[in-house]
């Protein structure tokens, strides 16, 4: 039977996001600003939650009506049959997003649902399930419009960009699903040479092995739908080992990494190491302006410098017109994409944008700016 969900996702990754779900086998593809929602199975929605690598969570959705009051919220929440897809063992959260949402507190209808959940089950076996706000076992997610009300469980447990490979992060680190559609958005596949020369803690690295390598990004977690009462062990263990019998053998790739500082390296190296996919990536320590092409043609992926990663903006004025020089020297035949939420960049580093891809990490507005690196054709 087909159940429908959400898939929310960093906003402007919702075409990347739609492609994937495609290939997977989703029904009823429709994105919105900041997701995806779509139709399948509950095969289908363990296959999602293992092999996304744009998506940020799975969603199914157990109730949409109208509503005019936080009773109404009660009631329609008090009606489900919570009892038959979690254990009263299990402790619960709920999230609240809203739009034009006319209540006065968000806080007070997040807590009716909560209440209507505790209560449906203290109808049901006399007891009700704790809250815990850090590690719960199952998270509700509600969802207000105008006169809308939406309510999701989380069969997806922690965000799927925690891989569960990546332990050391850098001061401005780039959340994996991020990484994941950014280099979608490049258009960057396997067989083509990638260098990330501001590797930081190299989410890129490591998103670009797993693709190479057709790792499911999801393979080394646990999910909640696990915890469901409707959970099917043997369909997920198939799909389990079919994607384990799918990955490649670890192998030196042409995927390189540089930094300038030793901590950010390190911090990589360990990543890699984790993830044991260490002897697939080349490691240097290098200043990003005396980096030179590891191979005639690729594609230069970079998370710029900024905000936290590097604070005086005069010292950013410096750099990228230097970037741009170095550039437009040693990259001929590259195709170069620079995210970052500077928004100024592009008048300093005196370079013709090919293209320009709006996104936004967590709530900051960036870009992802494309470079066609034709030698000596570059120059505005």
């Given at each position: 039977m087909n159940e429908q969900f959400f898939a929310p996702c960093p906003r402007g990754l919702?075409?990347?996001?739609?492609n994937e779900l495609t290939e997977l086998g989703?029904?009823?593809i429709k994105a919105t600003d900041g997701?995806?929602?779509?139709?399948?199975?509950?095969t289908l929605c363990y296959r999602v939650n293992l092999h996304s690598r744009t998506a940020s969570r799975v969603l199914w959705r157990v109730a949409t009506t109208s509503y005019r009051t936080e009773q109404d919220i009660y009631e329609t929440a008090f009606a489900l049959p919570w009892g038959d897809w979690f254990d009263v063992k299990d402790t619960i959260r709920v999230n609240m997003a809203a739009i034009r949402?006319?209540?006065k507190s968000l806080d007070f209808a997040t807590l009716k649902i909560k209440d209507a959940i505790c209560d449906k089950f203290r109808q049901l076996c006399g007891e009700r399930p704790s809250v815990n706000t850090h590690e719960p076992d199952m998270r509700i997610?509600?969802?207000l419009e105008e006169s809308r009300?939406?309510?999701?469980l989380d069969t997806s447990g922690d965000a799927l960009f925690k891989r569960g490979v990546r332990q050391y992060t850098n001061i401005a680190p780039l959340r994996e699903?991020?990484?994941a559609g950014i280099l979608h958005l490049t258009g960057w596949k396997p067989g083509t040479p990638l260098l990330d020369p501001m590797c930081g803690s190299g989410t890129f690295l490591i998103e670009a092995v797993q693709m190479w390598l057709n790792i499911a990004p999801g393979i080394s977690r646990h999910f909640a739908f696990e915890k469901m009462k409707n959970f099917n062990v043997k369909k997920w263990s198939e799909i389990r080992n079919k994607a384990i019998?799918?990955?490649?053998?670890?192998?030196?790739?042409?995927?390189f990494g540089s930094d300038l500082y030793g901590d950010e390296l390190k911090a990589a190296r360990l990543n890699l190491e984790n993830a044991g996919l260490l002897k697939a990536v080349t490691l240097n320590q290098a200043n990003v302006l005396e980096v030179s092409a590891p191979a005639e043609q690729g594609v230069l992926v970079a998370n710029l410098p900024y905000g936290e990663r590097m604070g005086d903006m005069a010292d950013l004025e410096a750099l990228y017109p230097q970037l741009g020089d170095a550039l437009k020297k040693k990259f001929g035949g590259w195709n170069a994409y620079l995210f970052t939420s500077d928004l100024r960049m592009p008048k300093f580093i005196r370079l013709s944008v090919s293209r320009k891809t709006p996104l936004f990490n967590g709530a900051i507005e960036c870009r992802l700016f494309e470079y066609k690196m034709v030698v000596g054709g570059n120059r505005k």
């Open positions: 919702e075409t990347p996001l739609c989703a029904t009823g997701g995806v929602h779509f139709a399948g199975d509950w949402c006319p209540l997610h509600a969802f009300f939406t309510l999701y699903n991020l990484a019998a799918a990955q490649k053998p670890v192998e030196p790739l042409p995927i």
